[in-house]
């Protein structure tokens, strides 16, 4: 079973950083897509970005290209989300998925397995 565990969200002013981490555990050698998605009260789950396990290859949604990177340690089972330049509209819970397959999708029900998300607050 797959469990994926994120931290490092907060409550941080505009044009701040934080970086989001995403552990996981069990079975992960079968996963090679990490996503991460964000869900603001009131609005669908959207994409963010997307990291293959296996290249270190990354999608980024075009609202935070510029200001997001996503990265991953392998060592360590952990995938990173780097945002700089926060605005107050990345306000979200943020989400660490992982899904089977090689290719990164933007849809949310193409993945498999989820965190149970950590909050990211931005104040203006």
């Known amino acids: 079973q797959v469990q994926l565990v994120e931290s490092g969200g907060g409550l941080v002013q505009a044009g701040d950083s934080l970086r989001l981490s995403c552990s996981a555990s069990g079975g992960t050698f079968s996963m090679d897509v990490l996503g991460w998605f964000r869900q603001a009260p009131g609005k669908e789950r959207e994409f963010v970005a997307g990291?293959?396990?296996?290249?270190?290859?990354?999608l980024l949604t075009d609202s935070v290209k510029g200001r997001f990177t996503s990265s991953r340690d392998k060592a360590k089972n952990t995938v990173y989300l780097q945002m700089n330049s926060l605005k107050p509209e990345d306000t979200a819970v943020y989400y660490c998925?992982?899904?089977?397959?090689?290719?990164?999708?933007?849809?949310?029900?193409?993945?498999?397995?989820w965190g149970e998300g950590t909050q990211v607050t931005v104040s203006s």
């Open positions: 990291i293959r396990w296996s290249t270190g290859s990354t």
């Open positions: 998925a992982a899904r089977f397959g090689t290719v990164v999708r933007t849809i949310a029900s193409d993945y498999d397995y």
